[in-house]
């Protein structure tokens, strides 16, 4: 028996609300995918054009580098294309994210479903984007002649955490989106403060003493910080920095998740 | 009354997982109240909100939706709901079919709900119609088997033929239409809710789905219909209810009720009635 009751802002049976989401992952796949089409990413050029975007950011990015600096290296860029490439993933979600509620206005006004299926396929989509440019930067990495050690096994961890923070933002703008619509004016240049605020355009270890502090506040740094010293370096990440990423990723997830589901309910009219 | 189909073969995977008797209670809506507020500005946004920051009180208007409705509806019945525009049927289907929280009163359904409440929802138009119909499928709750097994019936019922492996954006609208029809009705859950889906595509596919709809009565299952098509409402239910501005004004007998609705109108000296649209 299914009991609808006033709406009042708290969270609903999480095992029953679970349950239902996990009944749904074939429509999330589907979703996804065709979501992804409709981006033309089945094609070849499509495809080819998803690769093709990174890979001119960064070298766009590496030429401002040499500019200013007045010099570069190789491993500068391999630093670039591996932590510029996971930041768009990031960045990927954040752009679904924030419009997949609202966007979702005809699917949320006639069908009962999880709501937070919606924020959690502009993830899956981010996600199936960074694949291919993942394959694009150990190509760029092997060329370049960059050493293949074991401690490059961390990357995985590493790109978990980073897909749970994701998933902890997009749920979160999501959210925020159905109140405030404005912020989606507003994202991109949140992204592009984020991105100069973390060690991409920049190795963390060349920051300034006196700018450390903004490694405290971007949940982004420790993340991209393990992931350039696992797969530039081939060294094995901190295990402060590990653990800094993952608290972030939680906590932004728990409480993004928890303003969600009590507010999922409302959306229907809001919208 | 016309013989009831009960629907055999493959369709039967999409049984609801637990049979109802007959009579048996579906859904219980008490003293169900709606308001929505709307808000002058189009969209909440953090502009507006700093805007109307010195002010007090906000911008919003206030509408009635449903007004203390109280209804039950049973396993085997067929409830056809009618109404003028703005009566409050579609926001009543919306809050038993928990997309909607209602303002006050208590809703208690007993069994899996289906709706029905706009056609192709979840269609991607860039995606082939055989696409389409896992998306749709999925989106109504079918699992992948489910729609496996029944594609081929929905591929035939939507009269599409080679069509069907084209992007859904080359279709005509009556295309469009009788696909997302025809995997609508292949859902086959406890209780089925559809608002003004009946009238899809020219008049032999109208009458095809007519008697899909009847095929879709069953002892152990309830159906809601929501429509202006007296006509149909007629043949199909056993029991009408008729909304006026959010509250419930006769519920009963459908000749009878469709009958009080139209002298209604016909008083409100409207056009037009009995048309079947």
């Known amino acids: 028996m299914q009991v609808y009751e006033p709406f009042r802002a708290g969270l609903p049976p999480l095992i029953r609300y679970w349950k239902s989401l996990w009944s749904r992952r074939t429509f999330i796949a589907e979703y996804s995918r065709s979501e992804l089409r409709e981006q033309h990413f089945d094609s070849l050029f499509g495809q080819l054009w998803l690769v093709l975007n990174p890979l001119l950011l960064s070298a766009v990015y590496f030429l401002l580098i040499v500019i200013i600096r007045g010099s570069s290296d190789v491993t500068r860029y391999v630093h670039l294309t591996a932590t510029l490439f996971l930041f768009y993933l990031v960045a990927n979600s954040l752009t679904g994210g924030v419009k997949s509620i609202t966007a979702g206005q005809r699917l949320i006004l006639n069908t009962a479903f999880p709501r937070i299926m919606l924020p959690i396929s502009a993830v899956v989509i981010a996600v199936a984007k960074f694949i291919p440019t993942l394959l694009i930067f150990f190509i760029i990495r092997t060329i370049l002649g960059a050493p293949y050690t074991w401690e490059m096994l961390w990357a995985f961890p590493v790109l978990l955490i980073t897909i749970f923070l994701a998933l902890g933002l997009a749920i979160t703008i999501s959210c925020i989106n159905v109140y405030f619509r404005d912020i989606s004016s507003f994202l991109p240049y949140m992204t592009r403060t984020l991105l100069y605020l973390s060690p991409i355009l920049y190795e963390a270890s060349a920051l300034k003493p006196k700018l450390m502090a903004i490694q405290e506040f971007n949940p982004l740094f420790p993340i991209l910080d393990s992931w350039s010293r696992t797969l530039v370096h081939g060294q094995a990440p901190q295990g402060s920095s590990l653990l800094t990423g993952l608290a972030w990723a939680a906590g932004v997830f728990l409480i993004g998740t928890y303003f969600f589901l009590s507010r999922e309910r409302e959306f229907a009219v809001r919208l | ?277």
Not at chain 2, 101 to 122: D, N, Q, Y
Not at chain 2, 214 to 229: C, F, G, N, T, Y
């Open chain 2, 1 to 277: 009354m016309e013989l009831i189909f009960s629907y055999q073969g493959s369709a039967n995977l999409l049984s609801a997982s637990n049979s109802h008797a007959t009579h048996e209670i579906a859904i219980s809506v008490r003293g169900l109240g709606l308001t929505y507020k709307t808000s002058i500005d189009r969209h909440p946004t953090l502009k507006a909100r700093a805007k109307s920051l010195g002010r007090r009180g906000k911008h919003v208007r206030i509408i009635q939706a449903l007004d203390d409705v109280n209804l039950n509806v049973e396993y085997g019945q067929v409830l056809g709901v009618i109404g003028t525009n703005g009566a409050g049927k579609s926001s009543m289907m919306r809050v038993i079919a928990g997309i909607i929280p209602p303002t006050k009163g208590r809703i208690e359904v007993f069994g899996s709900v289906s709706t029905l409440l706009a056609l192709g929802v979840g269609f991607n138009p860039s995606m082939s119609g055989r696409d389409n119909v896992f998306l749709g499928g999925l989106a109504s709750g079918m699992s992948r088997e489910e729609i496996e097994d029944n594609f081929q019936e929905i591929a035939d019922f939507s009269e599409l033929g080679e069509a069907i492996d084209a992007p859904m954006r080359t279709y005509s609208s009556g295309m469009f239409s009788r696909l997302a029809f025809s995997v609508a009705v292949t859902v086959r859950p406890d209780i089925l809710i559809v608002d003004e889906a009946l009238s899809t595509g020219d008049a032999k596919f109208k009458e095809k789905s007519l008697n899909r709809m009847k095929e879709l009565r069953s002892e152990d299952s309830a159906l809601i219909l929501v429509s202006h098509a007296m006509a149909t409402l007629r043949e199909v239910c056993n029991d009408v209810v008729w909304l006026h501005k959010g509250k419930v004004v006769q519920r009963g007998e459908p000749n009878e009720t469709i009958a009080a609705y139209q002298e209604f109108l016909h008083v409100r000296k409207s056009a037009a009635l009995d048309e079947d649209v």
